[in-house]
C-alpha cells in the first residue's frame, strides 16, 4: 500500500533502521526451548526446512540467527518467487530436502492461510498456537487445514514419526 502523504528522506530511514533492527531481534533473540526443540529434531535426523513469506528485509539477518545451523534449507518468498498458500513452495521445500510429502510436516501459526497450502500440496499440518494467539473465529477456520494442533513447541517431539 502507498504512504499517503510524503516522507522525508530522514524520516525513511529512521523507519527503515527500526524495521531492520525489530527483524533482527526476531531472528537472533530465540526462546531457548524453540532452539531446543529444533536441535533434538535435528539429532533424530529430521531434515528441517524453513519457508517464508519474506521480503529482503526479512532474512536479512537469517545467518547471524540461532535457528540458521538448525536448518537445512531456508526458502524465503522473495528469493523463492513464491508465496505461501502457493503449494509450489511447500514443493519447492520438499525437493531441495528431499522429502516426499507423505514423509513432511508443516508447523505454522496459519497466517497466510499457510495450512492450507501446505495440506494442498500433501503435507501433514501442526496449527502452532505458541507465539500468536488467534481469535476464535480464526483460530477455527485455521485448524480446518491442521491434523494436529499445538500449544507448545515441544509437542512436536510427540507428533514426529522418528522411523
Known sequence: ????????????????HRRQQRMKNALCSVDAEILAVLGTLRQKGCK???????????????????????????VF??????????????????????AKPEQSLFVGDG?????????QAGMQTVFA??????????AKRINESADFRIGKIS???????FE
Not at 528441517?48 to 531456508?74: G, Q, T, V
Not at 505461501?84 to 520438499?94: E, F, G, H, Q, V
Request: net charge negative; glycine share 4%; with cysteine.
Open 1 to 16: 500500500a502507498a504512504i499517503p502523504k510524503k516522507i522525508e528522506s530522514d524520516a525513511k530511514a529512521q523507519i527503515l
Open 48 to 74: 528441517l526446512c524453513l519457508i517464508s513469506n519474506a521480503d529482503f528485509i526479512d532474512c536479512m539477518f537469517w545467518h547471524d540467527s540461532p535457528l540458521c545451523p538448525l536448518f537445512d534449507e531456508a
Open 129 to 138: 498456537e505458541w507465539f500468536d494467539q488467534k481469535d476464535e473465529n480464526a
Open 77 to 98: 518468498s522473495c528469493n523463492a518467487g513464491m508465496l505461501k498458500p502457493d503449494p509450489a513452495i511447500y514443493r519447492y521445500a520438499m525437493e531441495l530436502t528431499g
Open 155 to 161: 509437542r512436536l517431539i510427540d507428533i514426529v514419526d
Open 111 to 119: 497466517g497466510s492461510n499457510e495450512l492450507f497450502g501446505a495440506k
